[in-house]
């Protein structure tokens, strides 16, 4: 998974107004503590990303 379809489920999943704030804020235990903009920053790969997003927000299997 590229960045760029990273954003682009996590606006389908939060709204394209509220997905960059809530990447910036919430942190996520399963990213070690750190939010989606820190994982990014730190290089972690954006599936791992999108799964502790996918888990966080309870998404049905549709969206994994």
Known sequence: ??????????????????????????????????TVLEALAAGLPCKRIWRAVWAQLELGPAER
Do not use: C, F, K
């Open 1 to 34: 998974m590229r960045e760029q379809e990273l954003w682009a489920r996590l606006n389908a999943a939060l709204g394209a107004g509220y997905a960059p704030a809530w990447a910036e804020q919430v942190v996520l235990a399963d990213l070690g503590g750190r």
